[in-house]
T-cell receptor
Framework: SQQGEEDPQALSIQEGENATMNCSYKTSINNLQWYRQNSGRGLVHLIL?????REKHSGRLRVTLDTSKKSSSLLITASRAADTASYFCATDASTGFQKLVFGTGTRLLVSP | EPEVTQTPSHQVTQMGQEVILRCVPI?????FYWYRQILGQKVEFLVSFYNNEISEKSEIFDDQFSVERPDGSNFTLKIRSTKLEDSAMYFCGLERQSNYGYTFGSGTRLTVV
């Protein structure tokens, strides 16, 4: 399978609920990043977690990283309709320059 | 005002024609990248650029592709002779420092007909 596989592929929830997306990868990494993409639009950087970190918070976002399992999760708490988007994890295993390997993404739909 | 502007936002071109996609960072960045996303597929790395030269490129980045910073500000991706399969969203990515996460442009949607 590919480096950076997210699951689920699609997630549909109601506003106010929490959304959890998972990412698995194959190789050792320097860091893992999460990006958001609204339909047909650009990529927005959400959060970066380094390989020596286990958890990171940013507003309503919580990211965990388990390097022993080569997996990460993105939790969005108290979701809003505006959170509807695709979410991608991207891993960087390169030295010096960041060559990101993106996952397939999770499409999140938050209904009002 | 966005930190990174990409132009054009959408370009339709005939197969075999040359296209130039532009990326204009507002503030100083050190590392420059191009990625592409074919509709419904993953975002794929094309090339990284540092200190006015290519530092790494993918298999996709063949002889039809080239990058440059002609005036020290704009960062361009040129496709010399477009093919149908070049149709995709192209994103430039910029970093001020290594390992701090990218700022991506809003993308150029290239349609080759």
């Amino acid at each position: 399978s590919q480096q950076g596989e997210e699951d689920p592929q699609a997630l549909s929830i109601q506003e106010g609920e929490n959304a959890t997306m998972n990412c698995s990868y194959k190789t050792s990494i320097n860091n893992l990043q999460w990006y958001r993409q609204n339909s047909g639009r650009g990529l927005v950087h959400l959060i970066l977690i380094r390989s020596n970190e286990r958890e990171k918070h940013s507003g309503r976002l919580r990211v965990t990283l388990d390097t022993s399992k080569k997996s990460s999760s993105l939790l969005i708490t108290a979701s809003r309709a505006a959170d509807t988007a695709s979410y991608f994890c991207a891993t960087d295993a390169s030295t010096g320059f960041q060559k990101l390997v993106f996952g397939t993404g999770t499409r999140l739909l938050v209904s009002p | 005002e966005p930190e990174v502007t990409q132009t054009p936002s959408h370009q339709v071109t005939q197969m075999g024609q040359e296209v130039i996609l532009r990326c204009v960072p507002i503030s100083n960045h050190l590392y420059f990248y191009w990625y592409r996303q074919i509709l419904g597929q993953k975002v794929e790395f094309l090339v990284s650029f540092y200190n006015n030269e290519i530092s790494e490129k993918s298999e996709i980045f063949d002889d039809q592709f080239s990058v440059e910073r002609p005036d020290g500000s704009n960062f361009t991706l040129k496709i010399r002779s477009t093919k149908l399969e070049d149709s995709a969203m192209y994103f430039c990515g910029l970093e001020r420092q290594s390992n701090y996460g990218y700022t991506f442009g809003s993308g150029t949607r290239l349609t080759v007909v």
